[in-house]
């Protein structure tokens, strides 16, 4: 019971942050990509790792390391011409 209870959260949790406007993900993603693009990293390796039987503090640390690498990565690709402007 536990267990499926778990997968079942994890569903509703990846469908929620996906960035279509009738879900959560939609208004973060169209309020703040910055947001967005640091969350939803976080939140799905954060699932990953609770899967996959890590302790919980643990893939809570890694988790937002493993966001933090990819907000920066996606700032530097990504977002670097937003704020630069056109040349």
């Given at each position: ?24 993900g939609g208004k973060m993603y169209f309020g703040s990509r910055m947001v967005y693009m640091f969350t939803t990293p976080a939140l799905i390796a954060a699932s ?40």
């Amino acid at each position: 019971d536990a267990l499926v209870t778990c997968y079942t959260i994890k569903l509703v949790l990846v469908t929620n942050i996906l960035p279509l406007p009738m879900f959560d993900g939609g208004k973060m993603y169209f309020g703040s990509r910055m947001v967005y693009m640091f969350t939803t990293p976080a939140l799905i390796a954060a699932s990953i790792l609770m899967l996959v039987n890590v302790p919980v503090f643990l893939s809570i640390i890694l988790s937002l390391l493993i966001a933090v690498v990819l907000w920066i990565v996606y700032c530097i690709t990504f977002e670097r011409t937003v704020f630069t402007g056109p040349r």
